[in-house]
Antibody, heavy 125, light 110 residues
């Protein structure tokens, strides 16, 4: 069974850092792009960023709202994707979901399946 | 403000057919495929429709997707109470170089 499990969420003060992990199982992790999506309380979904598959060097892209503060990385040997969040702001408070990108080699034609259960990050003093 | 525009709410009675729209532009829906996600209350989103109109295995054929120009639609026929959820459209945006979502539509079964 394909499964994604996020961990690492919690309460953190503004300006501090936090690292989330996404542990994958049930598929060849390195063959897929992985993405992070967040959802602020009572709000809609917002794409955060992604890391390409091993074949494409694991390169990354980010949403403008987090670029320069967040970094996505991956360890294909452990089947884990990471989201390093620095200089956190109160508006970063959200449930963070990890998802696998399925579809063709063209990333723009991909879709998110499955999704993890999410981990809550609360940024507050 | 979301890049893709969805109505905030929709409703219908059991057995009815409802449609949820998703409006974008040439840089997203107009040039790339659209995916739809269903989020039941208190749960993570789940893939409902991919590549404009394809259903993953396990998704009932009551759900269908379509696209025309810079707009897409999700149709749900034979509405059931289990269909009460938030529905999101999403597409890659060539100008933003990333995925964009609609603001979500809360479907209520009356």
């Amino acid at each position: 069974e394909v499964q994604l499990v996020e961990s690492g969420g919690g309460l953190v003060q503004p300006g501090r850092s936090l690292r989330l992990s996404c542990t994958a199982s049930g598929f060849t992790f390195g063959d897929y792009a992985m993405t992070w999506v967040r959802q602020a309380p009572g709000k809609g979904l917002e794409w955060v960023g992604f890391t390409r598959s091993r074949a494409y060097g694991g390169t990354t892209q980010y949403a403008a709202s987090v670029k320069g503060r967040f970094t996505i990385s991956r360890d294909n040997s452990k089947s884990i994707a990471y989201l390093q969040m620095n200089s956190l702001k109160t508006e970063d408070t959200a449930v963070y979901y990890c998802t696998r990108v399925k579809g063709s080699a063209l990333i723009a034609a991909g879709w998110f399946d499955p999704w993890g259960q999410g981990t809550l990050v609360t940024v507050s003093s | 403000q979301s890049v893709l525009t969805q109505p905030p709410s929709a409703s219908g009675t059991p057995g009815q057919r409802v449609t949820i729209s998703c409006s974008g532009s040439s840089s997203n829906i107009g040039g790339n495929t659209v995916n739809w996600y269903q989020q039941l209350p208190g749960t993570a989103p789940k893939l409902l429709i991919y590549s404009d109109n394809q259903r993953p295995s396990g998704v009932p054929d009551r759900f269908s997707g379509s696209k025309s120009g810079t707009s897409a639609s999700l149709a749900i026929s034979g509405l059931q109470s289990e269909g009460e959820a938030d529905y999101y459209c999403a597409a890659w945006d060539d100008s933003l170089n990333g995925w964009v979502f609609g603001g979500g539509t809360k479907l209520t079964v009356l």
